[in-house]
């Protein structure tokens, strides 16, 4: 090197996380210009001559940066650069909001959206809509295969991670039966997901997601895991989200619910095989185009009793007459329990696979959202900008309300990935 280099050197971290940065590119603005990128590790090593100049750091994902380096001629100097991320930070300052009014009376309360990121906050209340599913196609299931008994050697397969920033969760430590058809299906409908083991259903935020779908076919310590959940799950379903429990069981990942049962009410029974259900309900969007019965090796592994009195059967048994998909309100929310072997079913192209491609859309489309005639939010969509908040303004009106108890959720849907839905409770007494 000439005599009047010298070494820059040091480490870029993302500001929230402080996790490493690999793959930033380092600029020098020296003549002539002097460039490196960051390792895995997120350090980097750049030469370049004595004095000050401006060192402008970018890389995918965040805010580029300039910050003023010093080069000494036959020296090393540290400089550690912070990136921020470039994703909005949503807080959402609000206390569950409480009225108590006479009929016709109105009143009203402020609730503050915070930016604490570092673009700006996009905030709406909307619906949300996916595509129609898209078919895959089969595989043959060979000789002697059925979905109750594990090939020998075969191995459960884990689930990959995967980060999209909801509106799905998938709860799911092993592929079912070896199958990733749920993530397929998901991916061809366009539905962004998170998928996360049974380690987080302690502590995962819910409701980021506007649904979680519990999957079929997992190992021992998922079933102990759900079993601890379920009334996080029940939480959930009440405050408008949608849960989907896929209670088949006794597959090759070789978990069992035991005592189990459905965020609600209900009971999961376990080791009901059938190769043959009945469509109870063939209007209800998950049964379109679905034969009747419909089978499969075998079609269904468990059945459910001792339902909520609102509960809605899809289908049963066609032996045992046992219902083995339901559908029930929870809240705001709602449930729905299949004990169908739908990924089995997707991979060797047997009649469940148009369920589970039916079940997706119906799923992922759920909103709770509805025009809730004595409640009112404004704004009702705008933009915050970094280091700024907005004023939500949540009125509600008696007038033509009945003496009685009334809840309601606001839902704020934002661009900020990590917190994409936020909810806050309303509710209201209407006193005679």
Request: glycine share 10%; net charge negative; aromatic share 8%.
């Amino acid at each position: 090197l000439p005599e009047d280099y010298g070494a820059l050197r040091g480490t870029v971290t993302d500001s929230l996380s402080g996790e490493p940065v690999p793959g930033a590119t380092l600029t020098l603005a020296a003549y002539p210009p002097v460039e490196t990128t960051s390792g895995d590790d997120g350090t980097y090593l750049l030469f370049g001559p004595e004095g000050t100049a401006d060192l402008r750091v970018a890389a995918d994902g965040y805010v580029p940066s300039t910050v003023a380096a010093t080069i000494v001629a036959g020296s090393q100097t540290t400089l550690d650069i912070v990136l921020d991320p470039a994703v909005p930070v949503a807080v959402l300052e609000a206390d569950p909001l409480e009225f108590t009014l006479s009929a016709g009376e109105t009143d009203e309360a402020e609730a503050v959206l915070r930016n604490e990121g570092f673009v700006d906050l996009e905030f709406e209340t909307a619906e949300i809509e996916v595509a129609t599913a898209v078919a895959a196609e089969a595989r043959r299931l060979p000789a002697g295969v059925t979905s109750r008994v594990t090939p020998e050697g075969r191995a459960a397969v884990p689930a990959e991670p995967h980060q999209a920033g909801g509106p799905v969760l998938l709860f799911q430590d092993a592929l079912p039966w070896g199958s990733d058809a749920m993530q397929e299906v998901l991916e061809a409908d366009d539905v962004p997901f998170d998928l996360a083991g049974s380690d987080r259903m302690d502590d995962i935020d819910l409701t980021a997601y506007q649904a979680v779908i519990v999957a079929n076919d997992q190992p021992p310590q998922f079933y102990a895991a759900y079993n601890a959940n379920v009334a996080r799950l029940e939480e959930f379903a009440a405050g408008g989200g949608f849960v989907w429990i896929g209670a088949a069981s006794f597959g090759y990942n070789g978990g069992a619910f035991g005592a189990g049962v459905l965020p609600g009410g209900g009971t999961i029974v376990e080791e009901v095989f059938e190769d043959d259900n009945d469509v109870a309900d063939p209007a209800h969007p998950t049964m379109a185009g679905v034969p009747n019965p419909f089978s499969g090796t075998s079609a269904s592994h468990s059945a459910f009793e001792d339902l909520p009195p609102a509960a809605h059967v899809i289908a049963t048994g066609a032996q045992s007459g046992m219902p083995t998909m339901v559908e029930f309100p929870l809240g705001a929310g709602r449930v729905l329990a299949t004990g169908q072997t739908l990924e089995f079913a997707f991979d060797f192209g047997q009649d469940g696979a148009l369920i589970l491609e039916n079940t997706v859309p119906y799923v992922a489309s759920f909103t709770a959202f509805s025009d809730v005639p004595w409640l009112a939010v404004d704004p009702a969509a705008g933009a915050v900008a970094p280091d700024a908040s907005s004023i939500l303004t949540v009125g509600v009106d008696a007038t033509g309300l009945d003496p009685g108890t009334y809840e309601a959720r606001v839902v704020v849907l934002t661009n900020d990935p990590a917190r994409p839905r936020m909810l806050l409770p309303v509710h209201l007494e209407v006193v005679a």
